[in-house]
């Protein structure tokens, strides 16, 4: 089973399983109008308006910065706040970092629209808070307990992770920690870092029943309409050491550049797919969609050998040198793939496959506006439409890949992913009805000790996204929660925009 698990993971996006996907083939609508009658419903006996804006009560500090940090005008840290193996690999945490004391200049921007998911996400415990019970009985899955106390990071591990997931998520979150010193409140949670959500929503949805035993609050990678697991940003925005995918802020700058070599224009004007097809049905029956002597769907799909990549150096499965063709389709594995960024990040359409499972940032995109919807019941046929459409509408083609890219490059920076980490877990901390203690079997944890500890491609990855210290700003605005009509409006207009779409491919296909 580990062996199995490992290959599976070792290509999240990637991979493969011999589970099947279950309802994979759920109609896009029936889901969506499921959930917007789930969403009516539930708003009855919601309240929208009490979740306040965040940090407010860091702003009127008054008090100095302890450990000045050299910046460069836009507030990056500079190089000789970089991991330092020689003087600290030794040192216990407690004195490294002072804890409070940090002044954090006023932050103007209003967070992107994604981070009002994170009052939907932890809607579920906004009537009766979250009990210490209820953490407790999310530990069944749980990979780690981390607890956030007066600013220092302890981690009570339960079982290992798949490849260093675990290691990797703990890093990130002592980074955030550490970037805004002082203001992570005290907290206790969960973390299971198994691709899918196992939290099911109908076991809770009895409303007195649920003031007794209530969901508990499990923190993953990501969710589905049916759970009540709370999305956090993976492992991969810190690296990806097995597969030498770096830390997110350099291959997102390795995408720019990558973006600037091919202009739309000059790409192969098909559709691309590289990745492991083993792990799910759906990948497989994408697979048939290739191009053959018998017929051209427009697509050109790869199976992506991680192996052989691993002896040739990986060089070539650098993701940023995969933005060549006009299209690039994204896929579910056996669960949300970490592979959507790298395609979304593209400057080309990106033709989704609908999915059942979201990770944090996916749910703010729009079809049409951010990429073009693949029926998972019909793929060739949808596939070759979109290409062809796109290649008949350069112009809107255009529009929609760069407007994707622009997304993942300014609303999905990692100051970005560190203000919605940030955020999430500073609502969560206020729904806590009992004090965070550390408990017996954790450890504290600090980075130099961490990442000096370590060798290779995880050495490497930790000290590129090493946070030497506070970030001069502090995170962006929480925006306020959906008001119940506009969530509404939301989910009928990309119903909408699906339904047009199948109405063009429909009227295609008549006529071919
Ligand atoms: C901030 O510091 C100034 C000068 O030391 C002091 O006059 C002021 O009252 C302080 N404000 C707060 C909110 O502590
Ligand atoms: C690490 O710190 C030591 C002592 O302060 C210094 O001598 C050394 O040059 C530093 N190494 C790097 C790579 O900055
Ligand atoms: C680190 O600590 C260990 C044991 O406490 C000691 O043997 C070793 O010399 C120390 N290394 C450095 C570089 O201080
Ligand atoms: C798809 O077709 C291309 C072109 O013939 C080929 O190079 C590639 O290996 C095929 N992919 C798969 C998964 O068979
Ligand atoms: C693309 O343009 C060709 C030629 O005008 C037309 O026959 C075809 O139906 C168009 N396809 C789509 C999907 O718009
Ligand atoms: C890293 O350390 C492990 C065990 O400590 C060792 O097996 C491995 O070969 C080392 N890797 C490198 C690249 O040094």
């Known amino acids: ?9 070792k290509t999240q996006f990637i991979a493969g399983t011999l589970l099947k996907k279950g309802p994979a083939h759920f109609a896009a609508y029936t889901s969506i109008l499921l959930l917007l009658i789930f969403f009516s419903a539930s708003t009855v006996c919601s309240i929208w308006a009490t979740l306040s804006t965040a940090d407010s009560k860091h702003k009127s500090t008054n008090k100095t910065i302890v450990a000045p940090i050299s910046r460069n005008h836009n507030g990056k840290r500079l190089l000789q706040n970089t991991l330092n193996c020689t003087t600290t690999g030794n040192q216990t945490c407690s004195t490294r970092y002072p804890t409070t004391s940090t002044t954090f200049e006023k932050n103007d921007e209003t967070c992107p629209e994604y981070f009002r998911w994170i009052h939907e996400d932890l809607r579920a415990w906004k009537a009766t808070g ?19 106390k007066k600013g220092k990071v302890y981690v009570e591990k339960y079982r290992k992770s798949i490849q260093t997931r675990d290691i990797f998520t703990i890093w990130g979150i002592m980074q955030l920690v550490k970037k805004y010193e002082g203001m992570v409140p005290d907290l206790e949670l969960m973390f299971d870092c198994d691709d899918r959500p196992v939290v099911l929503a109908s076991d809770y949805n009895d409303h007195d029943r649920n003031k007794i035993t209530g969901p508990p609050p499990l923190f993953r990678y990501c969710g589905d309409r049916w759970t009540h697991d709370i999305v956090f ?19 997102l700058n390795d995408i720019k550049e990558g973006n600037k070599r091919i202009k739309w224009k000059d790409r192969e004007p098909f559709a691309y797919w590289k990745g492991n097809p083993a792990v799910d049905e759906t990948r497989k029956d994408l697979l048939k969609c290739n191009v053959s002597d018998a017929h051209d769907w427009n697509a050109r799909l790869f199976v992506q050998d991680w192996e052989k990549e691993s002896e040739q150096g990986y060089k070539n499965s650098n993701v940023a040198n995969q933005c060549t063709y006009r299209h690039k389709i994204y896929i579910e594995g056996y669960a949300w793939s970490v592979s959507e960024k790298y395609i979304l990040g593209c400057d080309s359409v990106t033709l989704l496959v609908t999915p059942r499972f979201h990770d944090f940032f996916i749910r703010s995109l729009q079809p049409l506006q951010h990429y073009w919807p693949i029926k998972d019941s019909d793929k060739c046929h949808s596939i070759q439409h979109a290409v062809e459409w796109g290649n008949n509408h350069t112009q809107k083609a255009q529009e929609i890949g760069r407007a994707a890219s622009k997304f993942i490059q300014e609303d999905l920076n990692m100051d970005h ?10 609502e969560y901390a206020k729904l806590l009805k009992f004090e965070p203690t550390v408990p017996e079997g954790a450890v504290e944890l ?42 509404r409006l939301f989910y009928a207009n990309k119903l909408n925009v699906i339904k047009r779409i199948e109405k063009w491919e429909d009227e295609y296909w008549s006529q071919n």
């Open 446 to 487: 600090c980075s130099e000790a961490m990442a000096c500890t370590r060798n290779g491609t995880e050495k490497k990855f930790m000290s590129e996204s090493f946070v030497g210290g506070p970030s001069i700003k502090a995170p962006c605005s929480l925006p306020h929660p959906f008001e119940p009509n506009t969530l």
């Open 130 to 148: 979250i009990t210490r019970d209820m953490v407790e009985r999310a530990s069944t899955t749980a990979h780690f307990r981390l607890i956030v």
């Open 1 to 9: 089973m580990q062996t199995f698990l490992q290959q599976r993971s």
């Open 233 to 251: 940003p993976d492992w991969s925005f810190w690296g990806w050491a097995e597969i030498n995918i770096r830390p997110w802020e350099y291959v």
């Open 417 to 426: 992913v560190y203000d919605y980490m940030f955020h999430l877990l500073n």
